[in-house]
């Protein structure tokens, strides 16, 4: 007989186990109403008794939301507990919060799942992981379908699969006995994965395949961290398309199997789990839908891949610290050979007590989970006080297994032996969950587990970790690209970033910072957040300026900004993301009187002078001639920036100036200088629009030149002079002096040269030693594009490069912001894959760009936006109203963090309501 395993894990451990079930559909019912009876007494009308302790966020409309998001979850609910102990309400975007962390009422909650609560889940994960699974069903349907579907997953059913499980685990363990170097957490979930579909689906799938099962799975888990906007190209609209994908592969596995076992002969033996879930009855002869056997396949295969392939590779981590368990592990494995011979049949894997007790302190050691939701169907009393109807709770798993009180002496040790002495579970283990939602999966997981420690206990193996604080290493270079330093696999890399500024900058919506529409911080992302493994000890993060790379020696030279002191970085792969600087073309003046918008900083330099300018014009005693020059703004740029930085400044005249001062407000004059097209990358029509929106918000538009920046007034080639009070500069951007300065092949506008896989050029032979920007002289060609060829030119080995610095001269593309996320999407993919495969090699596909279109806000609630609907050239344009609210999404959308968007959220809201600041510092 198994082992019985009692708990509750999350919607991971969904993947493997037996749950048995009463023949009779009330004995249950009854057993479920007397734990409710005992522990979760229904609230009797007028009873008192109080609410959890705890405030509820005070004014603030998010509640405890944003206070969460700048703490971080962990140090949010350690403060809370220690001030409130094992209960305590929050208030979290709006919803009441209830957090229990007792052991004894976190099982009885989970044990009245479809009386007293029901299974709460993040908006959109049961779109994404199917309505119709156990997870998310309760009441008479779950029931029923949980006594369809648990007959693939009994005692005797597990015992079945053991031929496969093995099948799978030895071809791996042969696999990484010959590579040497793993990734233990990838190739963990890779073999849970290969299990998952070996025991539910009963075939191997072929390399190409299984790869692309992963991506897709891969794709739908990243989904559950975006917003549930199903917005074009948005995290969640892809992971609904590899959902759909998923689905239909899936669909093709079932049918494939229905026409197996309909064949003539055929109903022998089950090879699967698949067949015995088409087969399975209840008692009034109804089987799964199509449906319902689709959602639970993929939901046990995403458990497959994710939860079983995270306890698998804790596994690993305890066992290269704990030898001594490893060896006790190795007497029980020669027992276990000497009575059952060299295969893992499922009565050898049930007669490994050592192995389960070393399984079970695993996943108290290390739960899948943090925390689950439930919502509460009546009013409920919980460690005695009042959780009204409707009310979520959040029942902390991982904190209550470290404070099961038969372990509280030694709670943080890893001591298998705890195990041996005990009967049966204590009442607060509850890594599989328990109640009617307890983990259908259970023993299949528990079966893998067995098999991989059987494996790893035999033939005298040994592993060590290449780091003692981290699994896995090869180290990482400097980046200064927020899309690869985001996707970068921090198991497989150490990260180094070096970077003077410790943030990115979300620049489309750095227009609106310049305002006061949005605050500075609300755009700014700090790069802690974007790479969270930068807290890790292994991986850095440099305030610090690149210097020279020297590629023969592998080390980039940094110095402190403002400072001569000079350190050096080695590295293994190198990327370089420095960006560019705005272009001056040479243009007197330019560099000393106007202002550029490209960081933060700009933008609160702006938004300074721009009050300061507003303030000093009514000084009384002040010429006519020198208020207006003061109340003048000239931007010289017709692209988006500088369009946008109109818009912005229209709205601020007419919602915010014209209250505080109309006669000074109507003074106000914007000018727009721009010496070829307004919106030169945007449909003739659209430029149009923008034109005739812009002039009717009071926005006046000069074509023409500028031949001089002075002081106080511009100069255009036509001899026109324009005074001002403050000059934005939002022209063309060009090569920073670091970029010039690089000893490998340039383009002629000076951006290093780059391949179709992004590799950096340079000529044979040439030296690549360093060099510092002081040594270098670099000539531009003024008016020549990138267009050349890279015939001659030869790969540098380890150095990438992306973004506004580099150009392939073969296939130049425009300074995008989207084409930086791109490319650095694009390298991480390949930097992981060579990181996996310990062994770099030429990428088998080539970057390549796909437009997503082009947006522009011109203030007053209305924008143009144009996006490619076909290879051939066709767009989809939208302009008025119906574009700014687009524009508002999108961004919104890619922002990239919660806290960003909640930043932004609520900035448009309290500028709505209160106007924008006018506080000046």
């Not at 609904?240 to 199997?257: H, M, N, P, S």
């Not at 939208?878 to 609520?906: C, D, E, H, P, Q």
């Amino acid at each position: 007989m198994m082992q019985t395993w009692g708990g509750s894990s999350t919607i991971g451990h969904l993947h493997g186990g037996s749950a048995q079930f009463a023949p009779r559909p009330n004995r249950y019912a009854r057993r479920a109403r007397l734990q409710v009876c005992a522990a979760h007494k229904l609230l009797a009308p007028g009873t008192a008794v109080p609410e959890p302790p705890g405030d509820m966020g005070g004014l603030n409309p998010l509640g405890h939301t944003t206070k969460m998001l700048g703490q971080g979850q962990t140090e949010f609910h350690r403060q809370r507990y220690q001030s409130y102990g094992n209960i305590y309400k929050s208030n979290m975007l709006f919803q009441p919060v209830v957090t229990v962390y007792d052991s004894a009422e976190i099982r009885s909650l989970l044990n009245t799942d479809g009386i007293l609560t029901e299974p709460d889940t993040i908006p959109g994960f049961k779109d994404l992981l199917g309505r119709r699974s156990l997870l998310f069903s309760s009441g008479p349907k779950h029931t029923q379908q949980r006594r369809i579907l648990a007959q693939a997953f009994t005692a005797d059913a597990v015992r079945s699969y053991a031929t496969l499980i093995e099948g799978v685990v030895r071809r791996y363990f042969e696999r990484w006995d010959a590579g040497g170097e793993i990734c233990a957490y990838q190739q963990c979930k890779d073999l849970a994965f290969d299990v998952a579909t070996s025991v539910l689906l009963g075939m191997q799938l072929d390399t190409a395949t299984a790869e692309a099962f992963r991506k897709d799975y891969e794709m739908l888990v990243a989904g559950f961290r975006g917003l549930p906007l199903p917005l074009p190209k948005s995290r969640y609209a892809r992971a609904r398309g590899a959902q759909r994908r998923l689905l239909r592969k899936i669909e093709g596995f079932v049918r494939r199997a229905q026409a197996e076992d309909a064949a003539p002969g055929a109903h022998g033996k089950p090879s699967c789990a698949l067949t015995l879930m088409i087969r399975a009855r209840d008692e009034d002869g109804k089987a799964a839908s199509m449906d319902e056997l689709k959602d639970q396949i993929l939901l046990q295969l995403f458990a497959g891949h994710e939860t079983t392939g995270h306890t698998m590779s804790a596994l690993l981590r305890l066992l290269e610290r704990n030898p001594h368990v490893l060896q006790r592990l190795r007497e029980e494995q020669a027992d276990r050979l000497a009575q059952h011979g060299p295969g893992l049949s499922g009565k050898a894997l049930e007669s490994m007590p050592y192995a389960d007790a070393v399984i079970k302190e695993a996943l108290r050691v290390h739960p899948i989970v943090a925390s689950i939701f439930r919502r509460t169907l009546e009013d409920v009393v919980v460690s005695g006080k009042r959780v009204p109807k409707g009310w979520r709770v959040q029942l902390m798993l991982a904190q209550a297994q470290r404070d099961i009180l038969e372990f509280q002496e030694d709670s943080g040790e890893f001591r298998p032996e705890r195990w041996m002495s005990l009967k049966r579970d204590p009442a607060g283990y509850t890594p599989f969950g328990s109640g009617p939602h307890i983990c259908l999966g259970m023993g299949l997981a528990i079966a893998e587990l067995r098999a991989t420690l059987a494996m790893l206990a035999r033939d005298g193996r040994r592993w060590e970790q290449v780091d003692p604080d981290e699994e896995w290493m090869p180290p990482f270079g400097p980046v200064n690209a927020a899309r690869l330093a985001r996707d970068i696999d921090p198991h497989l890399y150490d990260i180094t970033i070096v970077s003077p500024r410790n943030h990115m900058v979300f620049t489309p919506l750095l227009a609106s910072a310049c305002t006061g529409t949005l605050e500075p911080r609300s755009v700014a992302i700090p790069i802690i957040d974007v790479q969270p493994a930068l807290k890790q000890p292994q991986n850095y993060f440099y305030a610090a300026e690149a210097r020279a790379i020297d590629a023969e020696a592998k080390k980039v030279t940094c110095s402190e900004p403002g400072s001569d002191k000079e350190f050096s970085v080695y590295y293994d792969k190198l990327a370089i993301a420095t960006g560019s600087q705005g272009s001056t073309f040479g243009i007197p003046g330019v560099e000393k009187y106007a202002h550029p918008l490209r960081d933060v900083a700009h933008s609160a330099d702006i938004r300074s002078h721009l009050i300061e300018n507003w303030n000093r014009a009514n000084i009384p005693g002040r010429s006519l001639q020198e208020r207006m020059r003061l109340l003048s703004v000239l931007v010289v740029g017709g692209g988006p920036t500088g369009v946008e930085f109109c818009g912005e400044l229209g709205d601020f005249i007419r919602s915010d100036l014209m209250k505080i001062d109309p006669d000074r407000a109507r003074d106000v004059r914007v000018t727009l200088v721009e010496a070829m097209q307004l919106l030169g990358s945007f449909d003739s029509r659209l430029r149009e629009y923008a034109a005739r929106t812009l002039h009717r918000q009071g926005i006046h538009l000069v074509h023409g030149m500028v031949k001089e920046v002075r002081e106080k007034e511009v100069e255009l080639r036509s001899g026109d002079v324009m005074p001002y009070g403050l000059c934005v500069w939002s022209t063309g951007v060009g090569p920073t002096e670091f970029t010039t300065s690089l000893p490998f092949a340039r383009t002629p506008r000076g951006r290093i040269a780059v391949d179709e896989h992004l590799r950096v050029l340079t000529h044979p032979h040439s030296e690549i030693g360093p060099a510092h920007p002081s040594e270098v002289s670099v000539e531009h060609k003024p008016g020549q594009g990138d267009r050349e060829t890279n015939q001659g030119l030869e790969p540098v080995p380890d150095v990438y490069s992306m973004g506004d610095c580099c150009a392939n001269v073969e296939t130049p593309l425009p300074a995008l912001a989207q084409v930086a996320e791109q490319q650095g999407k694009y390298l991480a993919k390949e930097l992981n894959e060579q990181g996996r495969a310990h062994s770099p090699r030429v990428p088998a596909v080539a970057f390549r760009y796909h437009h997503l279109g082009s947006m522009a806000s011109l203030g007053g609630e209305k924008a143009v936006l144009e996006a490619p609907t076909s290879a051939e050239g066709k767009t989809f344009s939208l302009k008025g109203f119906s574009g700014w609210w687009v524009w508002r999404s999108a961004y919104l959308t890619r922002l990239g963090k919660m806290r960003n968007r909640i930043y932004v959220m609520i900035n448009w809201t309290t500028t709505l309501l209160f106007g924008r600041d006018m506080s000046r510092w």
